[in-house]
């Protein structure tokens, strides 16, 4: 069954066949234990994985949360330990397991199984876990003299990086991006002229991609510089997003949101409490130490409220009121309700037909109504139509000139006025172009020479060349 499984998503599973593989995945015993954890481990370990097939294995698992919710959660929490035990041993031979890890990771991101504050947390651990930016301390996690950190964030830039490009996303992404750049010119001038050029291009390239208007740092000071007006800015605004140093002395840079912080740090130290999906090569019992190091991570990219220093909500205390409130408004509606079902439903009539009889007195203009007006008091008479069951009633009443109702009653005979003389306006233009167009037409047709064809006034037509010769085309006729 291992085989099977190791079989299909390693071997069989390509860009065409996703639907089959996700039918053979969903027909697995999900049921027996070892079946399932053996499932789970293999599609957390991308590095199995044809580099180019990493898409669609986070393609299947997206598809395959549909039908096995716990699914998602354990790979992702799989692939987010992964990710930081790399950074913890530090050893070249898991630098191609690492890359593909990363690369799974925005993968998983762009089907939308992981949210974009822990892809985050992942873009800042990369250049502040384990980092010293003191020359004169090193790092076992770090060296100076490594520089893959900066080859697996552009990787995981060149991604997913794409879609951080509106909202919060795209501030958020722009301040890393400065972080990044003031890693970047630390490392670069650690090295000094023996700064490899091909990962130069890499990193410039990404940038350029994600943000071609983006001003690029220049040097280390420069960075330096950027770095410390963005905790002003920060600061100045009372978000409380500065860089804040632990005891071990690692720089933790918090990012922008607006999500609660709280929240966050418990899903993340239960994710990382639970997680159990180890892979082959993890033999290092490194438990104690990644919950600790998780806190201190979870604390530098915690986002935090602007609304924090604002007083909370009164707490709402029970009480016997509000049992006889809502058993009175349940009683009230569903009598409203019962006396509505017992009405007769009838279609309303949108417009209204005036009798015969009241036309010639009820329907008049603004304009009518006025001339007839003749007494003192400047008063406009209506009759308003009132229905009793199904017969119509019909009461006189009088109005100021300048009441609201005679204002609409003028304001909307003048809004059809001008849109029948629009429309009659566009009418007359219409008529006049067509007009135009047939007076055009019938002097082109005056002017235009007349053909004459001189082969019509002949009794038979002669081609020019003459008639060909058909005996000598199908030679001498043959008489039977």
């Known amino acids: 069954m291992h085989q099977f499984i190791r079989k299909v998503l390693y071997q069989d599973l390509q860009k065409n066949n996703i639907d089959k593989i996700m039918r053979l995945v969903r ?17 957390t370990n991308a590095h199995n994985v044809k580099y180019y097939n990493i898409r669609c294995l986070a393609n299947l698992l997206a598809g395959l949360v549909a039908y096995q919710e716990e699914v998602g959660t354990k790979v992702v929490d799989g692939v987010l330990e992964d990710i930081r035990l790399g950074m913890e041993i530090n ?4 630098n191609q397991r690492r ?40 790092s076992p996690l770090d060296p100076p003299n ?78 330096q510089k950027e770095v410390e007006n963005i905790r002003i800015a920060l600061g100045v605004e009372n978000i409380g997003h500065e860089a804040k ?10 990012e922008t949101d607006n999500e609660d912080p709280g929240e966050d740090e418990v899903s993340e130290n239960a994710r990382a409490g639970t997680d159990d999906t180890a892979t082959e090569d993890e033999a290092i019992d490194h438990t104690q130490g990644s919950e600790d190091e998780g806190d201190q991570e979870m604390s530098e990219a915690e986002p935090v409220s602007e609304s924090f220093a604002i007083p909370s909500a009164p707490k709402r205390v029970d009480c016997p009121e509000d049992d006889e409130f809502l058993s009175a408004l349940d009683k009230m509606v569903s009598e409203n309700i019962q006396e509505r079902m017992r009405e007769p439903v009838k279609a ?35 009759v308003l139509m009132v229905r009793k069951g199904n017969k119509q009633q019909y009461k006189a009443f009088e109005a100021d000139k300048d009441s609201e109702l005679a204002q609409n009653l003028r304001d909307q005979e003048l809004a059809q ?6 429309v009659k306006r566009l009418t007359l233009n219409i008529t006049e172009r067509l007009e135009e167009e047939d007076y055009q037409d019938l002097i082109q047709q005056q002017n235009r020479p007349v053909t004459q064809n001189l082969n019509r006034e002949r009794k038979k037509y002669q081609h ?5 010769d058909a005996d000598l085309i199908f030679g001498p006729k043959k008489v039977r």
């Open 245 to 254: 140093t632990d005891e071990d002395g690692l720089d933790t840079i918090a």
């Open 348 to 382: 309303g009539n949108i417009d209204i037909s005036v009798p015969v009889v009241l036309k010639s007195n009820v329907k008049k203009s603004y304009e009518q109504l006025q001339d007839t007006e003749e007494n003192d008091n400047n008063k406009i008479g209506f």
């Open 464 to 468: 020019p060349k003459g008639a060909p």
């Open 91 to 94: 050893l070249p031979k898991y």
């Open 99 to 138: 890359v593909a890890q990363v690369k799974y990771l925005g993968e998983l991101y762009n089907y939308r199984m992981v949210e974009s504050a822990d892809v985050f947390k992942v873009f800042y651990s990369l250049i502040t876990f384990g980092v010293s930016l003191d020359p004169y301390v090193t």
């Open 27 to 43: 027909k697995l015993n999900w049921n027996d234990e070892d079946v399932a954890a053996y499932t789970i481990k293999c599609l």
């Open 146 to 223: 490594h520089l893959f950190r900066v080859r697996l964030t552009c990787v995981l830039l060149e991604t997913c990086g794409t879609y951080f490009s509106s909202g919060s996303s795209k501030k958020r992404l722009d301040y890393y991006l400065t972080f990044l750049q003031d890693y970047y010119w630390y490392k670069k001038s650690l090295w000094g002229e023996a700064f490899p050029p091909t990962l130069e291009h890499i990193f410039k390239e990404t940038i350029m991609t994600l943000r071609p208007k983006l001003k690029m740092c220049q040097s280390y000071e420069e960075a």
């Open 417 to 422: 006025k001008e849109e029948k003389e629009r």
